[in-house]
């Protein structure tokens, strides 16, 4: 019986700092190889998607009435490209307090025929998609809903949080992309999009060109 019970305790504790050893490792993934994949995947996420300074990607959409919608239709246009999701608390924040619709008011003063658009890649909330047209038209705001259901043209941009901006220059360049403003808690004073937009019609350079997005994660 001693034996017996010598065995199963010596089993257990093998079993025991096994587990341990496990723990303090974290695996393959964990450790200090968790921090280096961790801080190469960080890097990879902020090399990723549509870079300041080049020809923003193109694109084809579905509209919310089912029509296509392509970036080459705004030929000639500035575009500005919010990624939303109504079913996220920032973006109906935006919304409710006169955020968004005072940053396309902004846009419009600048140049008249600019195309704000929003779009929608949120393909994990499938609900999301069918509440957008109303959360526009509750809000009073008429711009193209662009549904992106596979989120490749998220991934294509890098749009990582709802709202995340875009603007694009009549030449169709990326010029700015981030934050709608400085604010995540509503007190914004500086509207980084209209910013970038005034800045383009007075032939200067954006600055800053990118800003860190706030808001809930694209749902991808």
């Known amino acids: ?36 994949d961790g ?7 902020k090399a990723s998607g549509a870079k300041v300074g080049e020809a923003a990607p193109s694109f084809t959409l579905k509209t919310a009435d089912g029509k296509d919608w392509s970036l080459s239709d705004a030929a000639g ?3 500005v490209i919010e990624w939303v999701n109504p079913e996220c608390p920032v973006c109906v924040r935006v919304m409710e307090d006169g955020t968004v619709a005072g940053t396309i008011k902004g846009v419009k003063e600048q140049f008249p025929d600019a195309v704000y658009l ?26 193209p809903a662009l549904f992106d259901r596979d989120g490749a043209v998220g991934k294509q941009y890098g749009a990582r949080t709802t709202p995340h901006c875009f603007v694009i220059d009549a030449k169709g360049v990326l010029v700015y992309k981030g934050a709608i403003d400085n604010s995540q808690g509503g007190d914004g004073k500086t509207n980084y999009v209209v910013q970038a937009v005034t800045q383009l019609k007075k032939g200067e350079k954006v600055t800053p060109g990118e800003t860190k997005p706030f808001g809930c994660s694209v749902k991808y």
């Open 118 to 143: 929003a779009i929608n890649s949120s393909a994990a909330r499938p609900s999301s998609f069918d509440a957008t047209p109303g959360y526009l038209t509750k809000n009073k705001i008429d711009i």
């Open 1 to 36: 019986m001693k034996t017996f019970l010598s065995i199963v305790l010596a089993g257990s504790l093998a079993v025991g700092m096994s587990t341990f050893a496990f723990a303090q490792d974290g695996g393959k993934d964990g450790g200090k190889n968790g921090a280096k």
């Open 39 to 45: 801080g190469k995947q960080r890097a990879n996420d």
């Open 77 to 79: 246009k500035v575009v």
